[in-house]
């Protein structure tokens, strides 16, 4: 604020927003980590920690999810550009209504991420909206029951097309030594994250669906999950090669 008083006592007041971003490589969220995880996570209802500090979410009810605390909420909001990663292993492929929830911060039906699976092993990400009729869809068939599979999704809406982009390892039996390979790419620019997100929640619904019920969580196990993000950079939208050494970085903080 620039506030400048003339000699016979009246004042004009001018103003300048200033955009202050994260610091580079500093993930807004680690969970399913054995160490250094951040923020805070909170177990809720019937979650757990599974072999090797993952988070197990059962495939029925109680029905759970992880709750990731007020200050990543606050980091989401406005970002232009963004990277979701992490090892699944579901237990049952069993969806509701618009598919399963892996991310959910949208503030009931907007401002926020809806990050899903599908029956047929796809996944579908959604910005500021409900994921029900949007074609945003990884290939079918990349999550498997039973199996771990590496995923990232990116999304960067500096860019004219193509602005999110699925990247998937193979099916495995274990959480280690994947290859990841661009999946495809889609036209789905919705602008950058609103800033009225709601609270993150990791594996269902947050607290502002709770009226609508809690029986679309993920069910199986969540690894080495991550959250990159920038309000300026379109950068955080990792490519391929940055993120095949994230996941090879990543077996040492298991």
Same mark, same amino acid.
């Given at each position: 604020?620039?506030?400048?008083?003339?000699?016979?006592?009246?004042?004009?007041? %001018?103003?300048? %927003?200033?955009?202050?971003?994260?610091?580079?490589?500093?993930?807004?969220?680690?969970?399913?980590?054995?160490?250094?995880?951040?923020?805070? +996570?909170?177990?809720?209802?019937?979650?757990?920690?599974?072999?090797?500090?993952?988070?197990?979410?059962?495939?029925?009810?109680?029905?759970?999810?992880?709750?990731?605390?007020?200050?990543?909420?606050?980091?989401?909001?406005?970002?232009?550009?963004?990277?979701?990663?992490?090892?699944?292993?579901?237990? !049952? +492929?069993?969806?509701?209504?618009?598919?399963?929830?892996?991310?959910?911060?949208?503030?009931?039906?907007? !401002?926020?991420?809806?990050?899903?699976?599908?029956?047929?092993?796809?996944?579908?990400?959604?910005?500021?909206?409900?994921?029900?009729?949007?074609?945003?869809? !990884?290939?079918?068939?990349?999550?498997?029951?039973?199996?771990?599979?590496?995923?990232?999704?990116?999304?960067?809406?500096?860019?004219?097309?193509?602005?999110?982009?699925?990247?998937?390892?193979?099916?495995?039996?274990?959480?280690?030594?994947?290859?990841?390979?661009?999946?495809?790419?889609?036209?789905?620019?919705?602008?950058?994250?609103?800033?009225?997100?709601?609270? +993150?929640?990791?594996?269902?619904?947050?607290?502002?669906?709770?009226?609508?019920?809690?029986? %679309?969580?993920?069910?199986?196990?969540?690894?080495?999950?991550?959250?990159?993000?920038?309000?300026?950079?379109?950068?955080?939208?990792?490519?391929?090669?940055?993120?095949?050494?994230?996941?090879?970085?990543?077996?040492?903080?298991?």
């Amino acid at each position: 604020m620039l506030r400048i008083t003339g000699t016979d006592g009246r004042t004009s007041v %001018r103003f300048a %927003r200033v955009g202050v971003d994260r610091t580079e490589g500093a993930p807004l969220l680690r969970a399913g980590f054995s160490s250094n995880e951040s923020p805070n +996570l909170e177990m809720v209802g019937a979650a757990t920690r599974g072999e090797q500090d993952a988070i197990e979410l059962p495939v029925g009810p109680p029905w759970s999810h992880v709750s990731c605390g007020p200050q990543v909420q606050e980091d989401l909001g406005g970002l232009v550009a963004f990277t979701i990663a992490g090892w699944l292993k579901p237990s !049952s +492929l069993e969806v509701g209504m618009g598919g399963n929830r892996i991310v959910y911060c949208l503030n009931e039906d907007h !401002s926020g991420v809806d990050l899903v699976c599908r029956a047929d092993g796809r996944m579908r990400l959604a910005v500021n909206q409900w994921p029900d009729r949007i074609q945003n869809d !990884s290939s079918a068939g990349k999550l498997v029951v039973g199996k771990w599979t590496f995923f990232a999704v990116t999304y960067d809406f500096t860019k004219d097309g193509q602005s999110v982009a699925w990247y998937f390892s193979e099916a495995r039996d274990a959480p280690e030594n994947p290859t990841v390979r661009l999946d495809r790419v889609n036209d789905y620019n919705v602008g950058p994250i609103a800033n009225q997100v709601g609270p +993150l929640a990791i594996g269902n619904f947050n607290q502002t669906m709770k009226a609508y019920g809690m029986d %679309r969580p993920f069910r199986g196990q969540i690894r080495g999950f991550e959250i990159d993000g920038s309000r300026m950079r379109g950068e955080a939208a990792m490519d391929e090669s940055r993120i095949q050494k994230l996941v090879e970085r990543q077996p040492s903080d298991l």
